[in-house]
């Protein structure tokens, strides 16, 4: 590499490590937003992180990055880069298309309207009032469309839910995961058809017990603590905080996840934090030589979900977890749960039921769950259906799939913050990530067959270090398929997934 | 006014909110630094704070600025500008050329070096080991250093120090708070020499009960609650966090106070809520017409010292208040207060005895703590003494003025968070604020002679009304001289302020 090429990608970098300091410090004001800020400063926060989205902008824009990358892309000893290096210019390249397409003030605009729709998004919740949400909601999804519109033409996608997928999920089109899609959902009615046919049935009252918040807390610390993600040491990285919907927030150092805690369901916030937690470690676990690098990130959305998903129901729902934690979480609850039943309980947290809430879903129907969000983004950015049609096309894909009745919009179309968020294509990662999970599980088996053993004992160093090393480390290297392919040599595929779930319930269920 | 000069007035003030919602943004970054961050991300927030810092000092010396405040400042139709839009130019031009004179480096490195050595000053106060702060300290002065002697030619102030001052309490000198101290403190030390020699002496055995953490946690709401600031409504603006050092931060819909509490020690809450309180009063009532505008702030820092000096000690240890807070007091705590008796509990809050720490310090005692790091402030800057000379010159002054023997440094030149956060110049501000809030308290008496009737029946409402009207709401509209002069028709004057604690401590202790 000639010190002339060398000199212009420093100087690259740099450009984008301030760009990667300010989103990690707009992170800071979205999180605050969500945990700890009083009610009446929605109006100045939504000016703050406008503000700061417009300069974000500016800077991402900024021609500057345009010259140096035209400069390294036309060098002579462009091939003298090593792996790291071109990837570094692909990504920012590929973002600063994306980015110099959109105009500022709609840029902008999105923002704001964001900040307003998750403000009255809760309000609507509190009240049941999808028609409360709507007009909000509205304005979002015509901004949402009117960018995914312009980006489907820099991206060169098919569709502008193409567009919006590949944020998330780069090189995933929504004809691919409706093919894929199409598979797991007869896998999943397979195995769900199975378990309720099945003569042993899960006893849920084990997970009745009323539990108070602060024994909960402790729980989740301890929880958390036990898959390696630390909350508590004197150089912590990480904490937790509470929110009605849980996420995880932050970069390296600083990686905080929130749950909820609701006294008469404790579960709910185990596996919360567990999922949580497998978000976390991945962040935690990237390369750090990397930071401030774009390839100092997750790979996409589907494989930060086949972490959390790891964490939360490979590891969390085992059997070999529980013989390990449930000593635990008795010492720390005390009396309140000396009878639980290891097997008894095992059983009831992975109870196969359909239900009406997808964070509480059980896994064989989670994926359900998604396909209906995922069929509901596509038609609507396909101009299919309307923003007002929402809770009926919602309400009758529950009943259609799930045999559920939904009573209002707060259980219903109005559950997840990702559409007042502004997260659209988003929802087919969750998915994506428990089939991903599968196929590193299978991968996982051969180098380390002794980890359900080491699981039991309380060893959970060799599998986190497992997929460190296979899928943290590898950080934003390769697109999700190139990914995949060269962890488990093999394209996406639902079997293994399908495979694991008829495994395991066939012994839970007796089947 | 012509519609050009309007139009370059708005242009300007359009800029201005920028530099103000990026402030408010910083702040919570700040913020959460303090209470919420995990230890771990300390390198990379002082990174985001360094950015941040980098942004603003972009935006505020915008060379932009300075042609919008010349075309204004020279224009024919200047005198048409109102009072406020005037003192808005003033503020801007004032400063636009303090930042302007500062190089953006000296500010990228003085914003970093103080994340740095307010880490270290956490790690070295729990070791109790000055040598570990020291080094940081004193990279850390030298930088402020180095940017008072550049703004006191900027300012035309006599030394560095007054440059330094002037930004807390403009127009103020070392020279003139010299001469109010040495005032005050023969006044001081004359009450407490009466109080020493009194024959009626507290009982602040009635202040070591032990109350659980979450019971204080409830008081401070109730206490917040009584002086009008808000913290649970469904539309609050406020929330009471945790620190070792209390603090107020936040701006118009959004401030925020944290306090320490002490299971042996509950009194300690009590008044650091109300002291931060009373901050926050200022905060959320200033003239909402005035947010984003320069004058749409506290008129200075001993301005708003005295504000939570009178919620604190005025109203927050006056008999009146507890007549009426002692009964609600004793409802939360059930029966580990019931024993409380009004007198007894109001002398054991009003003792009067020289202490070590400041923020435990009374309200007689208080000003010589200040006294003593205003004079070493000064003599820093006037490189009279050194850090290294630091612990030994604090030991003997509170050996000299208080009688303390300082056992260790955590306990002594170690014990505020003012200089690892670099706040020079603004010790002197908290007995500034005492005397201004005597001078205050005399005003109020007569447009609101019944007003510790009020208190007594649980009504705040008039008093706090009386302070928004006579400072809060007057903003940033004038210099800390101009408006003390204009609410009370004085000068500054310590007179108001002995003469209250003369009555008070005379009735307490009976000379």
């Known amino acids: 590499m000639t010190e002339n090429l060398l000199s212009t990608y420093k100087k690259l970098m740099e450009k984008v490590k301030e760009?990667?300091?300010?989103?990690?410090?707009?992170?800071?004001?979205?999180?605050?937003?969500e945990t700890m800020m009083p009610p009446k400063a929605i109006g100045l926060r939504s000016q703050q992180l406008a503000l700061l989205s417009q300069i974000d902008h500016k800077m991402t824009t900024d021609p500057q990055i345009e010259t140096l990358l035209k400069s390294i892309e036309h060098h002579a000893d462009y091939d003298s880069l090593d792996t790291v290096q071109k990837r570094n210019v692909y990504l920012i390249r590929k973002n600063y298309d994306e980015q110099t397409k959109?105009?500022?003030?709609?840029?902008?605009?999105?923002?704001?309207?964001?900040?307003?729709?998750v403000d009255i998004w809760k309000k609507a919740?509190?009240?049941?009032?999808?028609?409360?949400f709507k007009p909000e909601l509205e304005k979002l999804v015509e901004l949402q469309k009117k960018a995914a519109e312009i980006l489907m033409k820099v991206k060169?996608?098919?569709?502008?839910?193409?567009?919006?997928?590949?944020?998330?999920?780069?090189?995933?089109?929504?004809e691919e995961i409706t093919r894929v899609f199409n598979e797991l959902r007869a896998g999943l009615v397979s195995v769900l058809r199975k378990?309720?046919?099945?003569?042993?049935?899960?006893?849920?009252?084990?997970?009745?017990?009323?539990?108070?918040?602060?024994?909960?807390?402790?729980?989740?610390?301890?929880?958390?603590?036990?898959?390696?993600?630390?909350?508590?040491?004197?150089?912590?990285?990480?904490?937790?905080?509470?929110?009605?919907?849980?996420?995880?927030?932050?970069?390296?150092?600083d990686v905080r996840?929130?749950?909820?805690?609701?006294?008469?369901?404790?579960?709910?916030?185990?596996?919360?934090?567990?999922?949580?937690?497998?978000h976390a470690l991945y962040e935690q676990n990237l390369k750090p030589e990397w930071m401030y690098q774009p390839v100092g990130t997750g790979c996409s959305s589907g494989f930060h979900e086949s972490q959390s998903r790891t964490v939360e129901n490979i590891i969390g729902r085992s059997h070999e977890f529980w013989a390990y934690f449930l000593p635990k979480l008795k010492g720390i609850a005390g009396s309140t749960l000396s009878n639980l039943n290891l097997d008894k309980f095992v059983h009831a947290i992975n109870q196969v039921k359909p239900s009406k809430i997808r964070v509480e879903a059980d896994e064989v129907?989670?994926?359900?769950?998604?396909?209906?969000?995922?069929?509901?983004?596509?038609?609507?950015?396909?101009?299919?259906?309307?923003?007002?049609?929402?809770?009926?096309?919602?309400?009758?894909?529950?009943?259609?799939?799930?045999?559920?009745?939904?009573?209002?919009?707060?259980?219903g179309v109005m559950q997840d913050t990702h559409w007042a968020s502004g997260y659209y294509g988003y929802f087919p990662s969750y998915a994506?990530?428990?089939?991903?999970?599968?196929?590193?599980?299978?991968?996982?088996?051969?180098?380390?067959?002794?980890?359900?053993?080491?699981?039991?004992?309380?060893?959970?160093?060799?599998?986190?270090?497992?997929?460190?090393?296979?899928?943290?480390?590898?950080?934003?290297?390769?697109?999700?398929?190139?990914?995949?392919?060269?962890?488990?040599?093999?394209?996406?595929?639902?079997?293994?997934?399908?495979?694991?779930?008829?495994?395991?319930?066939?012994?839970?269920?007796?089947?």
């Open 156 to 174: 060169k996608t098919k569709t502008p839910y193409d567009a919006a997928i590949d944020f998330f999920e780069p090189k995933m089109t929504s």
């Open 125 to 132: 919740k509190a009240a049941k009032k999808f028609l409360m």
């Open 19 to 33: 760009i990667v300091i300010l989103n990690s410090a707009q992170a800071i004001i979205q999180r605050d937003m």
């Open 365 to 411: 129907t989670y994926g359900v769950h998604i396909i209906i969000r995922f069929n509901i983004e596509r038609d609507l950015f396909a101009d299919k259906i309307t923003v007002k049609e929402l809770p009926e096309i919602w309400n009758q894909c529950y009943k259609d799939y799930l045999g559920m009745k939904i009573e209002n919009d707060s259980e």
């Open 432 to 511: 994506l990530g428990n089939i991903y999970s599968g196929q590193l599980l299978a991968a996982m088996q051969k180098d380390l067959p002794s980890w359900r053993t080491q699981l039991e004992k309380g060893n959970f160093k060799n599998i986190r270090q497992w997929m460190s090393k296979n899928v943290h480390q590898q950080g934003n290297l390769y697109d999700p398929p190139a990914l995949i392919k060269k962890i488990t040599g093999k394209e996406i595929t639902v079997k293994p997934y399908l495979d694991y779930l008829e495994t395991k319930y066939s012994k839970l269920y007796g089947f």
């Open 195 to 253: 378990c309720e046919a099945a003569p042993r049935q899960p006893d849920v009252s084990v997970l009745k017990h009323k539990v108070p918040l602060d024994v909960q807390r402790k729980i989740a610390i301890a929880l958390a603590e036990a898959v390696e993600y630390d909350v508590t040491s004197k150089n912590s990285g990480g904490r937790i905080d509470e929110t009605e919907h849980p996420f995880t927030n932050g970069y390296y150092d």
């Open 257 to 278: 996840i929130t749950t909820h805690y609701y006294e008469d369901l404790f579960a709910s916030s185990v596996f919360s934090v567990l999922h949580e937690a497998g």
């Open 102 to 117: 959109l105009p500022e003030e709609l840029v902008v605009e999105i923002a704001k309207q964001r900040a307003i729709a």
